[in-house]
């Protein structure tokens, strides 16, 4: 089976640095992502990992390790508007190309 | 460009009633999928197409639930006699290929009373 666990909730300050984690076991991996989901709107890609290592996107990166089954997602210079929830999502390559996601982590940035 | 669009984006259903949920997705995307959302849960997966083949609908909740996508395009997903359950935010997806990354459309809020 899949389990794919990252935290509920988070609150960091505005300006600020923020790191997301998400653990997953997977029978097969071929690829994860991680998507921003403003309430009631879709979640919008923000990045995708399929090899070990970093991958920076302006104020976003991402990090991937396969052998641990970890990843986190890094959010530099906190904006209010970047209070919304993250998702963690894994693609199993032998599931074809459905995506599992993780529970989202609620991320909220105060003034 | 145009991105992914569904329809309704909110219905109100009474216990009993059939609906049918429209996804558009981008041009040119080859695979398309359907997730549904709980409140404060992530997508889980339904079903997805390869132009008009159903490929995987082992998330498909009951055989209440049915999802069709005839000439590879647009797609529908269709709950028959509502229940309760089914009240949540259905979501599609598109991507340029399975491997590709999936663009959400703004799902379409069901609530069965």
């Known amino acids: 089976g899949q389990n794919i666990d990252q935290p509920t909730e988070m609150t960091a300050t505005e300006g600020a640095i923020v790191q997301i984690n998400c653990t997953y076991q997977?029978?097969?991996?071929?690829?994860l992502f991680w998507y921003q989901q403003h309430a009631g709107e879709a979640p919008t890609f923000l990045s995708y990992?399929?090899?070990?290592g970093l991958e920076e996107k302006g104020r976003f990166s991402s990090f991937l390790s396969r052998s641990k089954g970890y990843s986190y997602l890094l959010l530099k210079e906190l904006q209010m508007k970047d209070s919304a929830s993250y998702l963690c999502?894994?693609?199993?390559?032998?599931?074809?190309?459905?995506?599992?996601f993780g529970q989202g982590t609620e991320l909220s940035v105060k003034p | 460009g145009a991105g992914v669009s569904q329809s309704p984006r909110y219905k109100v259903a009474k216990r009993g009633q059939d609906v049918a949920l429209r996804c558009d997705p981008i041009s040119g995307h080859v695979s398309l999928f359907w997730y549904q959302q709980a409140l404060g849960q992530g997508p889980e997966f339904l079903t997805y197409f390869q132009n008009e083949a159903q490929l995987d609908k082992s998330g498909l909740p009951s055989d209440r639930f049915f999802a069709e996508r005839p000439e590879g395009s647009v797609s529908t997903l269709k709950i028959q006699r509502t229940q309760q359950e089914d009240s949540a935010v259905y979501l599609c997806a598109s991507s340029l290929g399975l491997a590709e990354t999936q663009y959400f459309g703004p799902g379409t809020r069901l609530l069965v009373l």
């Open positions: 999502a894994v693609r199993d390559q032998n599931q074809g190309g459905k995506l599992i």
């Open positions: 997977t029978s097969g991996f071929n690829g």
């Open positions: 990992n399929v090899l070990d």
